[in-house]
Nanobody, 120 residues
Framework: VQLQASGGGLVQAGGSLRLSCTAS??????????MGWYRQAPGEQRELVAQ???????DYTDAVKGRFTISRDNAKNTVTLQMNSLRPEDTAVYYC?????????????WGQGTLVTVSS
């Protein structure tokens, strides 16, 4: 399984960016997986930003609630993070994540990371 993330860049505070992550796996396997976005700022630990489970249930860290929206398109093997009203503190490398559930357990897969820089 490979995850390819895209969409990062430089934006001014208050602006928007849209991150996308495409998975190279069967749609049937992906549809049963949980997908999410994490971020890691310099000197900080990686933290969960948003996740969307296989049933469509979403969860967000408090810092992005009301500003970020996660969605998935199982037919296109993608998970998307729409980021609005960006703040300088959103600056980080963003990683897409997929937890795939197999018969004998689950496994986490990670994308390569995409840098988001928000200027004040």
């Amino acid at each position: 399984v490979q995850l390819q993330a895209s969409g990062g860049g430089l934006v001014q505070a208050g602006g928007s960016l849209r991150l996308s992550c495409t998975a190279s796996m069967s749609s049937s396997l992906l549809s049963g997986s949980d997908m999410g976005w994490y971020r890691q700022a310099p000197g900080e630990q990686r933290e969960l930003v948003a996740q969307i489970k296989s049933d469509g249930e979403t969860d967000y860290t408090d810092a992005v609630k009301g500003r970020f929206t996660i969605s998935r398109d199982n037919a296109k093997n993608t998970v998307t993070l729409q980021m609005n009203s960006l703040r300088p503190e959103d600056t980080a490398v963003y990683y897409c994540n997929m937890r795939v559930y197999y018969v004998l357990g689950s496994h986490n897969y990670w994308g390569q990371g995409t840098l988001v820089t928000v200027s004040s």
